[in-house]
């Protein structure tokens, strides 16, 4: 009987846990179909079946061009469509050549477009200057390595293990593609191939269209490798297409000519995700030089400090751009991070920490990098305002006051912003100092016939409370001609033929002579001083706050004082900004012109911001002033080839890993013309 009461019981359990289990599977069976939905999503190549997936791929889209504009369209793969297009395929041969900055005559490109593999990329070299073949294979190395990074190869895995990049598209062929570099040095081994490069062993296989892609580079005039102010930066680029083989010729008169030429012939190559191929055009012809010499960029490493390789990310988006000068504020009174080999205490005593530094090999490591973009480092320590405590130091070495007013209070009477600090204009150990920095920097950088000093916002009452002098703006003269004769004796005793310092109480004076100083104007671009610096014979590179300062429009960041210019500069007001046209200066004053620069000053900007801070809004002054176009429209109608032309430069910025700021909903990018 006992028995019999216990089977009855245990049945019953198990039938009660039988029913919860069956209830657990049916309430939960929307879990577990959203589990498994979510891990196609997480999968998808695992995946046959793409119909669950919310948001249409990119694929689900082709395109047409038609009166010059690409029109998106639904394609059905499994439909009678035809081939479908991708955007940046029907981008590139539809309208105008998609070249950013556009180049300054007309060019010519194929209506037909040819794919291929980075593997398929050779380089010859024609040169009789040894250090520019050396120069050029350096820049081509990285020319290619965006290639694979814009084909999203990956060299480093084994070829079984890599996205099928182009193997399905190459019918079985076997035949290995190799890169080669020529050149007519017999001096300069010939770089191996693109796997050993990245130390990975795969077969190539042929794919596309070509069997290979030439890139023959001739420089002859000049081996000058120096940066100068009349550096010849024209380049010719053509291509011509035969028997499944791209010849594309660059020449140039310079080393500098033939790096820009080849920062359009990247902009020339995209990359087909359709085909997971890259493309380019069978043929063109492209002739271009730049309008303006100087066409800079100013990154404020004080106010916030930036590692290296942020610095090399914004030089890599110069070099595609076509800017030419890095201008390095690399000190400031906030913090002092350059360590000096003859004084380190400034980086001891400036420093925000041991980490927030930059070391010799720091500034020569960019240097050297920004040389292969053809991009110059003009580093900038600001005298003799915008001191602080890096300077702090002088007595007890025995030096006496470097600096003065240092973290004086209210900082309001003494200086523009906190902390507050100013040279000495009075210790002979200040201009000792300075004149072994200028020396370092000059040996960091290489020989140069520009050189930045600084020289703005002093403030005279800080001075005024150590000096009875009546003439303290001629103390301020006196500083700026001594600095200045520093500097010759730290450049071997030759006078660098420009030396740059920014606009002033002192630059509306006649103090410093014109035919050695340039005035880098940052003031509004409606002053006065405008005309008055013209007039007085100076040389100008253009700033202007108005229009060319990216730190604008983002409020205050305190509480008393002007902390802040407003309103936000937009791309559309970097690219409209022509002071020369809008002065309406004759050819005399318009020589005076050098070129301008857009500054980005770091109060409010670290490194997390600043890719989206400085791009595209940099590439918009780039074209500026490389083709400066003519512009007879209304601020809120740019011609809409400049907005698809921009739109597609930024995307190839993304591409490189630069976080560039988005210009419009993705809508508007694939709807070329329908949201201006």
């Keep these: 009987m006992s028995l019999?009461?216990?089977?009855?019981?245990?049945?019953?359990?198990?039938?009660?846990?039988?029913?919860?289990?069956?209830?657990?599977?049916?309430?939960?069976?929307?879990?577990?179909?959203?589990?498994?939905?979510?891990?196609?999503?997480?999968?998808?190549?695992?995946?046959?079946?793409?119909?669950?997936?919310?948001?249409?791929?990119?694929?689900?889209?082709?395109?047409?061009?038609?009166?010059?504009?690409?029109?998106?369209?639904?394609?059905?793969?499994?439909?009678?469509d035809a081939k479908r297009v991708s955007f940046i395929s029907c981008s590139m041969t539809c309208g105008d050549i998609n070249i950013w900055?556009?180049?300054?005559?007309?060019?010519?490109?194929?209506?037909?477009?040819?794919?291929?593999?980075?593997?398929?990329?050779?380089?010859?070299l024609d040169s009789p200057h040894r250090e520019v073949c050396k120069q050029l294979k350096l820049s081509f190395d990285w020319f290619l390595k965006q290639l694979r990074q814009i084909q999203r190869l990956n060299y480093a895995v084994h070829t079984s293990e890599m996205p099928m990049a182009a193997s399905a598209a190459s019918g079985g062929s076997e035949s290995a593609s190799r890169l080669r570099q020529h050149n007519t040095d017999p001096d300069v081994a010939e770089t191996p191939p693109v796997a050993s490069l990245f130390?990975?062993?795969?077969?190539?296989?042929?794919?596309?269209?070509?069997?290979?892609?030439?890139?023959?580079?001739s420089v002859h005039k000049s081996g000058e490798l120096d940066f100068k102010l009349d550096n010849d930066e024209s380049y010719q680029l053509s291509s011509t297409f035969e028997n499944r083989r791209i010849v594309v010729h660059i020449t140039a008169h310079t080393f500098f000519g033939a790096r820009h030429g080849l920062s359009t012939l990247q902009q020339l190559i995209w990359y087909d995700d359709e085909e997971r191929l890259l493309r380019t055009y069978a043929s063109s012809l492209i002739n271009d030089v730049p309008k303006f010499r100087y066409r800079g960029l100013m990154l404020d490493t004080s106010r916030?400090?930036?590692?290296?390789?942020?610095?090399?990310?914004?030089?890599?988006?110069?070099?595609?751009?076509?800017?030419?000068?890095?201008?390095?504020?690399?000190?400031?009174?906030?913090?002092?991070?350059?360590?000096?080999?003859?004084?380190?205490?400034?980086?001891?005593?400036?420093?925000?920490?041991?980490s927030e530094t930059y070391s010799e090999q720091d500034v020569r490591e960019v240097n050297e990098f920004a040389k292969m973009f053809?991009?110059?480092?003009?580093?900038?320590?600001?005298?003799?305002?915008?001191?602080?405590?890096?300077?702090d130091w002088g007595p007890k070495r025995g030096l006496g006051e470097l600096s003065l007013c240092i973290n004086q209070q209210p900082w309001s009477f003494y200086c523009g912003e906190p902390p507050c600090g100013q040279l000495n204009p009075k210790n002979n150990h200040t201009y000792l100092i300075l004149q072994r920095l200028y020396e370092e920097f000059l040996k960091l950088t290489g020989p140069t016939d520009m050189f930045h000093l600084g020289g703005d916002e002093v403030n005279l009452d800080c001075w005024a409370q150590y000096f009875n002098d009546t003439d303290l703006r001629g103390l301020w003269c006196d500083f700026?001609?001594?600095?200045?004769?520093?500097?010759?004796?730290?450049?071997?005793?030759?006078?660098?033929?420009?030396?740059?310092?920014?606009?002033?109480?002192?630059?509306?004076?006649?103090?410093?002579?014109?035919?050695?100083?340039?005035?880098?104007?940052?003031?509004?671009?409606?002053?006065?001083?405008?005309?008055?610096?013209?007039?007085?014979?100076?040389?100008?590179?253009?700033?202007?706050?108005?229009?060319?300062?990216?730190?604008?429009?983002?409020?205050?960041?305190?509480?008393?004082?002007?902390?802040?210019?407003?309103?936000?500069?937009?791309?559309?007001?970097?690219?409209?900004?022509?002071?020369?046209?809008?002065?309406?200066?004759?050819?005399?004053?318009?020589?005076?012109?050098?070129?301008g620069e857009v500054c980005l000053w770091t109060e409010q900007v670290d490194e997390s911001q600043l890719d989206n801070r400085l791009w595209p809004r940099a590439a918009a002054l780039a074209e500026r002033l490389w083709s400066d176009p003519n512009d007879d429209h209304d601020f809120d109608i740019l011609p809409p080839e400049v907005f698809r032309r921009i739109s597609l430069f930024r995307n190839r910025l993304v591409e490189l890993g630069i976080k560039a700021e988005a210009l419009f909903p993705k809508y508007c990018a694939q709807n070329p013309g329908e949201c201006i």
């Design 374 to 391: 053809g991009v110059q480092v003009l580093l900038e320590i600001d005298a003799p305002a915008h001191a602080g405590n890096g300077w």
């Design 480 to 595: 700026m001609l001594q600095s200045n004769a520093r500097l010759k004796l730290a450049n071997g005793n030759v006078a660098p033929k420009h030396v740059v310092v920014w606009s002033s109480a002192l630059t509306n004076t006649k103090c410093l002579p014109n035919s050695q100083f340039v005035v880098q104007v940052w003031g509004g671009s409606t002053w006065q001083e405008n005309y008055d610096l013209l007039d007085n014979g100076y040389n100008i590179i253009f700033s202007h706050v108005d229009a060319w300062y990216l730190d604008c429009g983002f409020g205050s960041w305190r509480a008393t004082g002007e902390a802040a210019c407003s309103p936000y500069r937009t791309w559309q007001n970097v690219y409209k900004h022509r002071p020369w046209e809008r002065m309406r200066l004759d050819k005399k004053r318009r020589k005076q012109v050098l070129g």
């Design 4 to 80: 019999a009461v216990s089977l009855r019981r245990a049945l019953l359990v198990l039938l009660t846990g039988a029913v919860f289990i069956l209830t657990v599977l049916y309430w939960n069976q929307n879990v577990i179909k959203t589990q498994a939905y979510t891990e196609s999503q997480l999968r998808p190549h695992a995946q046959k079946d793409h119909q669950f997936i919310p948001i249409p791929l990119e694929k689900s889209w082709t395109y047409k061009c038609e009166n010059d504009r690409c029109v998106r369209v639904g394609y059905h793969k499994n439909g009678q």
């Design 304 to 354: 916030h400090f930036f590692t290296v390789e942020a610095i090399k990310r914004t030089i890599t988006a110069m070099g595609m751009a076509k800017l030419n000068r890095f201008h390095w504020h690399i000190t400031d009174a906030q913090s002092f991070p350059y360590v000096s080999q003859h004084y380190p205490e400034l980086a001891e005593h400036g420093a925000y920490s041991e």
């Design 199 to 217: 130390g990975a062993t795969f077969s190539s296989h042929r794919a596309g269209d070509l069997e290979s892609l030439q890139v023959k580079i």
């Design 101 to 124: 900055p556009h180049p300054t005559t007309k060019s010519l490109i194929s209506a037909h477009t040819l794919r291929f593999s980075v593997e398929d990329v050779q380089l010859h």
